[in-house]
């Protein structure tokens, strides 16, 4: 960033959308750091992926990125989806799955961020976005950080490093991606992580989705590239 004179925090007028995006997308990684620990791995990802739904409705409102009936129509069915894997209940084991879908809305918040901030008269720069939001996430943790220090084993260090290391790529890899194409264009890309998921569930932690789970999966994978097609197909 020195380098090439890019701005740490952006510019001036660009703040309050960037500080908007290090909010909601710091509340959407502590509602997923939360839900990891109670939910099988694949339910955590696909639940994630409600985030691609609920960003078209918010493109809509917000960008004026047109829908069409199909559309609306795949994103209700992609939440009946969602229905089969949270399963709703009046149970203390459906509030994981409640901070899931609030993660994903904070999600999808600061996604459309990066889509308005892209439509800025000064475009930030990727990097100016990711060392932001990196800055702010650091401060508001820190503190709790240094009231509740647990002295971590090496083994731990190392999964803590390797977390931090592929959390950071990704998120260059998504804000470049946001950058350059409409939210409702890229998010059929995001699918392979459910099965990366359910096989790593599987071969670490002995993870099995029940078959209501897998319902929901399959509803929501097939909305989603349903939505690609037909989003390819008004493009041309």
């Not at 925090?9 to 908007?20: P, T």
Request: hydrophobic share 55%; net charge positive.
């Amino acid at each position: 960033m020195w380098k090439n004179r890019q701005l740490f925090f952006g510019y001036a007028e660009n703040r309050l959308l960037l500080l908007s995006r290090s909010i909601t997308g710091l509340l959407g990684i502590l509602c997923g750091v939360y839900i990891i620990d109670h939910l099988v791995l694949s339910d955590v990802d696909m639940i994630g992926k409600l985030t691609s739904f609920i960003l078209i409705i918010l493109s809509a409102i917000f960008l004026k990125e047109r829908a069409s009936l199909l559309q609306w129509i795949l994103c209700l069915i992609a939440f009946i989806g969602a229905l089969f894997i949270i399963k709703p209940a009046v149970d203390i084991r459906f509030m994981p799955y409640l901070v899931g879908v609030i993660g994903s809305v904070f999600a999808a918040i600061a996604y459309l961020c990066l889509r308005l901030l892209a439509k800025t008269k000064k475009v930030e720069s990727p990097n100016t976005i990711v060392f932001f939001f990196s800055a702010f996430s650091t401060l508001i943790l820190l503190p709790f950080v240094a009231i509740d220090y647990v002295v971590l084993t090496n083994l731990q260090t190392i999964y803590l490093v390797l977390a931090g290391v592929t959390s950071a790529v990704g998120q260059f890899c998504v804000t470049t991606a946001y950058k350059y194409a409409a939210a409702k264009d890229i998010s059929i890309y995001s699918y392979a992580s459910v099965l990366f998921s359910a096989i790593l569930g599987l071969l670490f932690f002995e993870q099995y989705p029940d078959m209501l789970s897998w319902l929901g999966y399959a509803i929501i994978f097939v909305s989603s590239w349903l939505m690609f097609v037909l989003t390819k197909k008004q493009s041309k």
